[in-house]
């Protein structure tokens, strides 16, 4: 591709199109950990190539364990992706989040299960710094492009992720209120932490759903009620998204566009090559060379 795709939009449940796209092409990668959840279609928007991938692939075909999240997030990378937005369906566990309600957490709980959750390994050992689990400005934005669209936008907040794919037990959902959650889904993690080791600025617009299975008074999550509460959602959703795509700082100032200048621990000359190969789309810059292979 003769333009350089610097945005991307993975879309949850419910959020299976990016509309208003011109100059489609429709992408098809492989990448060392195999196919994305679905072809990756690329496309103008105001003036800009954006990319969308449907997270759970059409037609919702991929449960939350099994979506490829390295693939997808490499396959980004390799397309030159610096910004990644994340719509997905959240479950609230405050009063004060109330379904349709829209969130842009700033901080995480991982409460999943055996999900590969990093490039490295194979003769490279990286730690990123994951404290703040999510880019500040491109959150920033992504919240105020979502209050001028009406909808009501909690600016911060933590989103748990869970393993499901079963929803919480009430148990669960009253241990996680105590933890000091405030929405719950099922998807943010690993692509977060795999996104910030691929130095790919990430946000999450949580779109609530439903109150889990804590309120007393509403009725426990569903299926059913997560799809219909996203249906009426979606529109708010794009707009909101569209807005912020067109509100992306230039150049990036963040500490994500250099996540790795300090995780790598292993000395590069002492990588095997087919591990330097596999990881050049995200290491090439720090290895004063090109690497060999890629």
Request: net charge negative; hydrophobic share 40%.
């Amino acid at each position: 591709m003769a333009e350089p795709v610097r945005a991307a939009v993975i879309g949850g449940s419910g959020f299976y199109q990016m509309e208003g796209l011109s100059n489609i092409e429709e992408l098809r990668p492989d990448t060392p950990y195999g196919a994305p959840s679905d072809a990756i279609t690329v496309g103008t928007l105001d003036a800009q190539r954006v990319a969308f991938l449907p997270r759970h692939g059409l037609g919702h075909r991929i449960l939350p364990s099994e979506l490829p999240s390295r693939a997808n997030i490499y396959a980004l990378k390799q397309l030159g992706v610096e910004f990644i937005i994340s719509v997905s369906a959240a479950g609230s566990l405050r009063e004060e989040i109330a379904p349709l309600h829209m969130v842009v957490p700033d901080q995480v709980i991982d409460r999943t299960r055996g999900r590969a959750s990093t490039f490295f390994g194979e003769g490279l050992a990286a730690h990123i710094a994951f404290a703040d689990p999510f880019c500040e400005p491109l959150g920033r934005a992504l919240s105020e492009a979502a209050r001028e669209t009406g909808a009501t936008v909690h600016g911060r907040g933590t989103l748990l992720v869970m393993e499901g794919p079963a929803f919480s037990t009430r148990a669960e959902s009253h241990l996680y209120r105590g933890w000091g959650a405030d929405i719950i889904g099922m998807t943010a993690l690993p692509e977060a932490k795999l996104a910030r080791e691929a130095e790919i600025c990430y946000a999450v617009l949580a779109c609530a759903t439903d109150y889990d299975c804590w309120h007393e008074t509403h009725a426990d999550v569903s299926g059913e009620m997560i799809v219909a509460n996203l249906h009426k959602n979606v529109e708010v959703s794009r707009r909101a998204v569209r807005l912020a795509l067109s509100r992306l700082p230039y150049p990036r100032d963040c500490a994500c566009a250099h996540a790795l200048r300090d995780a790598l621990i292993t000395p590069l000359e002492l990588v095997p090559e087919a591990t330097r190969r596999r990881l050049a789309p995200l290491i090439e810059k720090y290895a004063g060379q090109k690497v060999s292979g890629s």
